[in-house]
Structure formats: structure tokens, C-alpha cells
């Protein structure tokens, strides 16, 4: 791969996120309807048919492109919900789909053989044979990989793949399993993968005690409790601390609250063959997105142009005031 073809992948939770994305410099945003056919089905996030036909014009008119996320897995039954986004999109002038149900890729491939396919991280493909399937059974020209690759291993399906490659630079830290969480559906009886919502508002409940604590609830269960001189965090359960019978105090039985930060491997991702860097957070601020899509613009002009590239601070806007390289580094991260 030539360093100069890298893209920056950046996320738009609303119509004024797209924009901020686009003016800071995106090469292409991701988003996605108002519905269960994208994995962040929020109340208030996401756009409406005309938010998104109007959000494709801006950003083509400004030289970027605008990837449709129809990334979660359809239940039996509920299929046309899905048919419909694919069909939306299309007419809209999507540059993309992000695909992870083969029923969806398998749609788009006999439907709309002329659109790109671009495999979420949603579907958890991390193998070479993996990955190829989907290239020859429905013309997938990108993957998403999962954040539990190290650098060396991602080199070595770029050699064995006949597609791009997209990997996270920033964001959430993604430990699961991803595309197979089942811990929000199992409190709340919604899926992440199904229904689009990992810890739905609705289920989630803040208080605090005389004392000014702070104690975080998803549906009937207590997720995380903070004193006065900590910031509570939305309680997703992947990272709450909990109490087991061999320690006194709770602790981060999945995941420590933490941000993913790739920005000074980002010679190496180069070098290894990554086509594009994806940027998490649809469901953060314009100010977020403005911060760190400039700062990450920056960086990888730098990187393509042989600059040494300078890292803006982000850790203000990092999960728990801490950033990781996680697995990308090495394999011995907590």
C-alpha cells in the first residue's frame, strides 16, 4: 500500500456531527437511519431519509464520502426493515454500505452489484479464510477488523486478503467479542446486534447518596457506584466494577474504562497495508468530533507527506482520563 492512499474514517451520530466531520477534514463519514439497522440506535442519534439524502449532498460536495452502517443482524421475520435501509441508500448516493449479517451482504450483492460492501467489524471476521469468504461469495471490497490484532498480524492478512483493510485508531476500546455481545440482552432484553442498542437509555438510571456518591443502574442492577471526586461514565456492563466472593473491593471484572489511542502507530498500521483509520464515537459531541478528527487529519497528512507527525493531547476527551494501544501493541494488555 502506498502511505498516500490512507483514509480517515470519522463518525457522525447527527446531521451536525456529518458537517463538523466533513469541515475538520474526514475523508468519509459513517452513519446510519433512525432504526435497528445500525448498531447505535440511540434516542436522539442518527438521521431520518431526508437528514440523510441532504447529509450525502453536503459531504460530496465538499469531496467526502458517506458510508451507510446497516450493520446488525436482522431478526427472522424482520428482514424488509433492512431491504429498505439497502434500498434508501442506494437512491440516496451512499459511497457504502457496512455489512455484517450475510443476508444483508447477499441483498446488496445480487440488488445493487455496482455498490461498494464494506464488512463491519460487527461480523468479527480476524482470518485470512474468514475474510476471503465474504470477498468471493459477495464482493466485499473492505474490511473492518477487530480491535484484537497486533500490527505483525494485520500484515499478515493484508498478504492473504484480496480486499482493504480498516482499522479503529481512537475510540472505544472494543474488547468483546465483536458483533457477539450478549451482556445488554441479557439485562435488558435488547440486543446490540439485533436491536442496534448496547445499554438503552430507558434502562439506565443515575443517583446519588447524602454522602454525593454516585451509583449507575441498568434496569435492576447496580452497574458502578463513584465518589464525589469521580466522573461517572454511562454504565455499560462490560465496564462496571463488580464485587466477587476473593476481593473486598469491586473491580473491572470485563473492562476498564479506557480509550483506544493508535496515533503514534500510525507509520507501522501504514506500512502494514491499512487502506483506512476509523475513528469511534457516534455517540459523542461535535466538539469531540472536531477535536479529534482535526488532530488525527493532522497526523496522517504528516505520516503520508514523510513529516515527522506531531499528536495533539486528547486524553481530556478519553474514557476514564486513560488511553491504551490495547491488543495493537501487544497481547498483554488488561
Not at 445499554?199 to 451509583?215: F, I, L, Q, T
Not at 489511542?261 to 469511534?280: C, H, Q, T, Y
Request: charge should be negative; hydrophobic fraction near 40%; proline fraction near 5%.
Amino acid at each position: 500500500m502506498k502511505p498516500n492512499t490512507a483514509e480517515l474514517i470519522c463518525p457522525a451520530g447527527t446531521p451536525a456531527a456529518l458537517r463538523t466531520a466533513v469541515d475538520a477534514g474526514a475523508d468519509a463519514v459513517y452513519c446510519g437511519f433512525q432504526n435497528a439497522t445500525n448498531a447505535r440506535n440511540f434516542p436522539g442519534l442518527n438521521f431520518t431519509p431526508e437528514e440523510m439524502e441532504k447529509s450525502v449532498a453536503y459531504a460530496h460536495e465538499k469531496g467526502a464520502k458517506v458510508l451507510l452502517a446497516i450493520n446488525t443482524f436482522p431478526p427472522a421475520g424482520k428482514f424488509d426493515l433492512w431491504k429498505q435501509g439497502v434500498e434508501a441508500g442506494a437512491k440516496m448516493g451512499v459511497d457504502a454500505y457496512i455489512v455484517a449479517d450475510v443476508g444483508v451482504a447477499d441483498f446488496v450483492a445480487k440488488n445493487f452489484p455496482q455498490m461498494r460492501l464494506h464488512l463491519s467489524v460487527q461480523a468479527a471476521a480476524s482470518s485470512p479464510e474468514a475474510i476471503r469468504y465474504y470477498c468471493e461469495n459477495f464482493g466485499v471490497k473492505r474490511v473492518v477488523l477487530p480491535r484484537i490484532l497486533t500490527v505483525p498480524e494485520i500484515r499478515n492478512i493484508a498478504d492473504e486478503i484480496p480486499c482493504e483493510i480498516e482499522t479503529f485508531i481512537y475510540g472505544n476500546h472494543g474488547l468483546m467479542v465483536e458483533g457477539r455481545c450478549a451482556l445488554t440482552n441479557y439485562i435488558t432484553g435488547l440486543s446490540t446486534n439485533m436491536d442496534g442498542v448496547c445499554s438503552p437509555a430507558v434502562d439506565v438510571k443515575y443517583e446519588r447518596d447524602d454522602a454525593g456518591n454516585m451509583s449507575t443502574t441498568l434496569g435492576p442492577y447496580m452497574i458502578d457506584c463513584y465518589s464525589c471526586d469521580e466522573t461517572a461514565g454511562y454504565p455499560t456492563i462490560c465496564k462496571g466494577r463488580y464485587k466477587v466472593a476473593h476481593r473486598e473491593e469491586g473491580y473491572y471484572a470485563f473492562e476498564e474504562p479506557i480509550t483506544l489511542n493508535l496515533s503514534r502507530l500510525l507509520p507501522d498500521l501504514m506500512g502494514a497495508g491499512v487502506n483506512a483509520f476509523k475513528i469511534e464515537g457516534r455517540q459523542r459531541s461535535r466538539a469531540y468530533v472536531r477535536k479529534v478528527v482535526s488532530a488525527f487529519r493532522q497526523a496522517v497528512d504528516d505520516v503520508r507527506d514523510g513529516r515527522e507527525p506531531e499528536f495533539a493531547d486528547l486524553l481530556a476527551l478519553s474514557e476514564g482520563q486513560k488511553q491504551t494501544e490495547g491488543a495493537f501493541k501487544s497481547k498483554t494488555w488488561r
